[in-house]
């Protein structure tokens, strides 16, 4: 397993922004593709995939974050950061970033993913 470390999260207005941040322990695997998601899940509901990158930075989003939140990486390639605007508060919930190994592309499921941060909370308030 990866260990990953999330930051970032706070308690901001309806329309505002906020940078999560999420270290992995090691750099980009020499011999293995992976993927990095970010994740969400609010009181009373599902785990959520928000966002991911593969190896090669292909992204994927889901339709509820589409336009307004976009993953990324740093140039080490070791942290990966989840740039979030227009905040709704529909969007409060604890933000994990998750690891697995790339099959062939992305899932935004999160039983397919073996490697967790210990989460940082969003708020959003109106």
């Known amino acids: 397993q990866v260990q990953l470390a999330e930051s970032g999260g706070g308690s901001v207005q309806a329309g505002g922004s906020l940078r999560l941040s999420c270290v992995a322990s090691t750099s980009k695997p020499t011999y293995q593709r992976y993927c990095i998601t970010w994740f969400r899940q609010a009181p009373g509901k599902e785990r959520e995939g928000v966002a991911a990158i593969d190896s090669g930075g292909t992204t994927r989003y889901a339709d509820s974050v589409k336009g307004r939140f976009t993953i990324s990486k740093d140039s080490a390639e070791n942290t990966r950061y989840l740039e979030m605007s227009s905040l709704k508060p529909e969007d409060t919930a604890m933000y994990y970033c998750?690891?697995?190994?790339?099959?062939?592309?992305?899932?935004?499921?999160?039983?397919?993913?073996?490697?967790w941060g210990q989460g940082t909370q969003v708020t959003v308030s109106s």
């Open positions: 998750a690891a697995a190994q790339q099959l062939f592309w992305c899932s935004l499921h999160s039983a397919e993913y073996n490697s």
